[in-house]
């Protein structure tokens, strides 16, 4: 309990972190790890998930290590392979984890909620991004079953939730924008300091704290339990071709891995406290 809570300083009994989180997974279907938000735990604004879950899975490459170990891909660490990596992340990246990502050579990063203070630097360096040709190994380019050249971006491929179906997407916009109008009319506050000064800040950290956010991601986390499968047998493509066709998760693997690991995050990553594996 913080005695005089403040913006920086807040009462840690109810608040330990922005709820902005992310996960990432292979070119297999598999999960290896996830991360939060940490910036009130560290004192620090630059503590973002992906950021920090990047530089999370480089530091399992050099112990081996995953959420739970298992065969290699391609004979490589589970994290040693971005190229394949898909990242899952709660709210649209920043400019710093757009650049950590493309620097780590991510595939693509999925979010589930706009960032409208920075909004669509993922897509604007994925367009200024330079692609780098695939060849087969002849020599010859690289094509899709169509005949397009295949080539790898220099940044990761932003894709909203709303393009994998997710109604949660236009539900978290709608109630941001919102809780802006609101916080910005001055008819209501975020915060109350122990002083009796409030907190208007409009942020979208702030929104995230609020029970309206908190019901939209409750409601979303409870399809899983309930969830059914139009095509259970398909299996994950992360690409063109399967990164390791014997060990390719079928989409109802896929939905039991979410499943098993949610309940372990669940725990290990309380309240976004660090977790260890």
């Known amino acids: 309990m913080n005695p005089n809570p403040d913006r920086n300083r807040p009462n840690w009994d ?88 493309s620097l780590a050579g991510v595939k693509q990063v999925i979010y589930l909620q706009n960032d409208f203070t920075a909004y669509k630097i993922g897509n604007i360096m994925y367009n200024l991004a330079t692609r780098t040709p695939l060849k087969e190994p002849d020599g010859k380019p690289k094509t899709d079953n169509k005949g397009n050249p295949i080539s790898i971006p220099g940044a990761p491929v932003p894709i909203p939730a709303v393009k994998v179906g997710l109604e949660e997407f236009e539900l978290l916009n709608q109630r941001n924008l919102d809780f802006t109008n609101r916080m910005m009319a001055g008819t209501e506050f975020f915060f109350k300091a122990a002083d009796g000064s409030f907190d208007r800040d409009p942020s979208i950290t702030s929104f995230l704290c609020t029970d309206d956010a908190f019901e939209i991601f409750e409601k979303g986390a409870g399809k899983l339990d309930g969830l059914a499968l139009q095509a259970g047998n398909y299996p994950y493509q992360a690409g063109q071709v399967p990164t390791d066709a014997n060990r390719v998760l079928t989409n109802e693997e896929c939905l039991a891995e979410a499943i098993k690991f949610y309940q372990y995050a669940d725990v290990e990553g309380y309240r976004g406290s660090p977790h260890k594996l």
């Open 14 to 101: 109810r608040y330990i972190g922005h709820n902005i989180a992310c996960i990432a997974v292979d070119g297999n279907g598999d999960i290896i790890d996830f991360d939060f938000n940490h910036n009130p735990l560290f004192r620090s604004s630059a503590e973002h998930a992906e950021s920090r879950l990047v530089r999370r899975l480089f530091s399992l490459t050099d112990v081996f290590d995953s959420w739970k170990t298992g065969p290699r891909l391609n004979n490589k660490p589970h994290a040693s392979s971005l190229g394949d990596v898909t990242l899952y992340t709660s709210l649209e990246s920043c400019a710093q984890c757009s650049g950590v990502m």
